[in-house]
């Protein structure tokens, strides 16, 4: 059974330009959550992707976006980035409606902005 | 809004000693609250967690209390062990499985 798998696991980018982060659910999971992990912070909720759809979102620019494709996987989108940008970017997936709503997180892209 | 603030920062305890780390939350719609261990350079890991309904939960060496009035819930790690060397971290659920986390505790359990 595989577990919440992002790809890639590390990035450096300048400023000023776009990156796609991308993350596959643990088996079973249909909801998508992104996180932001600034270094030695605690994540912070970028948005959540529910059948296709952006559920929620936190308190982020829209420089972020994101896209939940038909087979649950998705990609999380930042444009003109940022020295701030800089982060570990998780993504947590969940089964919604089952009661047991428990996050799975994958083990990150580390961002570097230059 | 909503928020969740942990204590303390850092902890340091000897070998075989108990740690307790505590967070409170804002928002008293919140109704499940997991805690997260998180090894450096590794994913957060979920290791306990309590819903609203209940007082205390227990699993072998760690137990999570919650005191729904108070807004106060904490973690308890009895007979510490160096592997329990981590970054620890309190989160509380809102609508739809949006979670807000604290801002972790660096735990150093010293041989």
């Known amino acids: 059974d595989a577990g919440v798998t992002q790809s890639p696991t590390h990035l450096i980018k300048t400023r000023g330009q776009q990156v796609t982060l991308r993350c596959s659910p643990k088996?079973?999971?249909?909801?998508v959550s992104w996180y932001q992990q600034a270094l030695g912070q605690g994540p912070q909720f970028i948005f959540q992707y529910y059948e296709e759809e952006e559920r929620q979102r936190g308190n982020f620019p829209d420089r972020f976006s994101g896209h939940q494709f038909p087979n649950y996987s998705s990609e999380l989108n930042v444009n003109a980035l940022l020295l701030g940008d800089s982060a570990l970017y998780l993504c947590a997936s969940s089964k919604t409606g089952t009661g047991e709503e428990k996050l799975f997180f994958g083990s990150g892209t580390q961002l570097s902005v230059l | 809004g909503e928020n969740v603030e942990q204590h303390p920062s850092t902890l340091s305890v000897q070998e075989g000693d108990s740690a307790v780390i505590k967070c409170t939350y804002s928002d008293s719609a919140s109704n499940y609250f997991p805690w997260y261990k998180q090894e450096l350079g590794k994913r957060p890991q979920l290791i306990i967690d309590i819903r609203s309904n209940v007082g205390e939960k227990k699993d072998q060496r760690i137990a999570v209390t919650l005191n729904k009035t108070a807004k106060h819930f904490s973690l308890h790690i009895t007979e510490t062990q160096p592997e329990d060397s981590a970054v620890y971290f309190c989160?509380?659920?809102?609508?739809?499985?949006?979670?807000?986390f604290g801002s972790g505790t660096k735990l150093n359990v010293k041989p």
């Open positions: 088996s079973g999971h249909d909801t």
């Open positions: 989160a509380a659920q809102y609508n739809f499985n949006k979670f807000y």
